[in-house]
């Protein structure tokens, strides 16, 4: 039995150690600082959309618990996480502020897990859909644009912009999937999991903090996580390029 154990707090700042080393690595890079601000506008995007969805479910659902608490908003502010931001600026994948809600007040016409999977859910739909948008919007740029606008600064800023948009939703969208606490996907299979493991996620989340941790820091986290991307990636382009003949 080991001598020593973590809460949550000590395990925040271990990710919060890494993600700083991994973006210092990134700044060495060649490129590397007009790649962080490239990534801005869609991190403010995603993480915003994100949270956003969760509390305008809950809130239809008929908790208002996100409203009251000024989470019905599309001011990037508002959701922000620290860690989680950057996580999403140096790996592509992260979280923004955890939206509070109560299960409570959701309409009864659900259990309290049904209802806590479908605003769990809406965060990464809402990333997939805003990733869709943005890959329609690139498509059609790409259409229908002169190549002089395509090639000038401006074409080539707006493009790799929105570009960086498309990932961070993929990315954002993808790693809340993952089935592990306090990640979306284990709220979203919650509802078929036996009691005891549902009893077991709630009160041992430290212990998935330290799985996230060793999965980050011997990249197994990176290898899942990238073909997923990939595989999302490639069919929202092939939808587009479908769409526009392209």
Known sequence: MFGFSFDRRQLTIIIAVLAIFAIFDILSQPGGLMGLLYSVPGLLIAITFHEFAHGFVAYKLGDDTAKNEGRLS???????????????VTLGFGWGKPVHVDPRNYSRKMSMDAGEALVSAAGPIMNFIMALIFTLIYCAIYKFAAASFLMSTIGRVLMTIIASTISINIGLGVFNLIPLPPLDGSKIIKPILPYKAKEFFENNTYIFYIIFIILFVTRILSNVISP???WVTNAFINLGYWIFGL
Do not use: V
């Open 74 to 88: 599309l001011n990037p502010f508002a959701h922000l996480d620290p860690i989680g931001t950057l996580m999403l």
């Open 228 to 230: 997923a991307m990939s």
